[in-house]
């Protein structure tokens, strides 16, 4: 099995403006994709293999391995790593929000699958 990613739309990188606006982007902080996956050397997003591989103006997409990592003994995803791949998207998405100086982190993820792969 290959790589799954998870990330906002993608419609250029940019909100669709109309007559007289402009696009606007969304993050206070700005980093690079190195700066991003650097801060998560030895934490669970290295662990998973999970790599960030874009930040838009209003995106920020990643991808994760289907490997011995991330599959349960059946040989499927495992669906906490799924979680785990959504919660760093989320996280990453909510540092990048706020304003330098103010830490945010996560506090609840609510995950339901409905039906295998």
């Known amino acids: 099995m290959g790589p ?4 906002g739309k993608r419609t250029n990188n940019r909100r669709q403006a109309g007559k007289g606006q402009r696009t606007v ?10 700066e991003l996956q650097s801060a ?16 838009g103006k209003e995106s920020i997409e990643a991808r994760m391995p289907v490997d011995e990592r991330t599959m349960q003994p059946m040989g499927l995803l495992h669906g906490g790593a799924s ?3 959504a919660e760093t998207l989320g996280g990453a998405g909510a540092y ?12 609840e993820i ?5 039906r295998p792969a």
Not at 26 to 34: I, R, V
Not at 41 to 55: Q, R
Not at 96 to 107: I, Q
Request: proline share 0%.
């Open 4 to 7: 799954i990613a998870v990330g």
């Open 25 to 34: 982007d969304m993050w206070k902080k700005h980093q690079t994709l190195e």
């Open 40 to 55: 998560c050397h030895s934490t669970l997003v290295a662990s998973l293999g999970i790599e960030f591989t874009a930040v």
């Open 83 to 85: 979680a785990a791949l």
């Open 96 to 107: 990048l929000s706020v304003a330098e100086g103010t830490v945010c982190v996560g506090l």
């Open 110 to 114: 609510n995950a339901n699958h409905v």
